[in-house]
């Protein structure tokens, strides 16, 4: 299934990040619209499954960026909702997804 099948009617893609950042131990690319933050994943092999984790952007309380290390740094993005997200990855995609979440706070 294509990633439009998963949006709402009249939901709008407003960021879909270039390169995949880890959620939990899973890769996924973040797709951020004017309602959501989804985490989407297409995995299989011969047999493709897809995988969405959703935040709606009206139920966030919170998102802290932090980074770890000297050389080849990541970044982290804590995001507080309903649930707790945790996002890591190369910094500067990090930091890009950072700043496209700061504007539904």
């Not at 959620?23 to 047999?47: C, E, K, Q």
């Not at 970044?75 to 309903?82: C, D, S, T, Y």
């Not at 945790?86 to 979440?101: F, H, N, R, V």
Request: positive net charge.
């Amino acid at each position: 299934m294509p990633l439009e099948d998963y949006l709402s009617p009249g939901e709008q893609i407003k960021f879909l990040s270039s390169r995949a950042v880890r959620y939990g131990n899973s890769p996924y690319h973040v797709v951020i619209t004017d309602r959501r933050i989804l985490l989407y994943a297409r995995r299989g092999l011969m047999f493709k499954n897809d995988e969405v984790v959703t935040q709606r952007t009206d139920e966030l309380q919170g998102i802290k960026y932090s980074e770890q290390g000297v050389i080849g740094k990541r970044g982290i993005i804590h995001i507080e909702g309903r649930t707790r997200m945790d996002l890591w990855g190369p910094a500067s995609e990090i930091k890009t997804i950072y700043q496209q979440m700061m504007q539904f706070m």
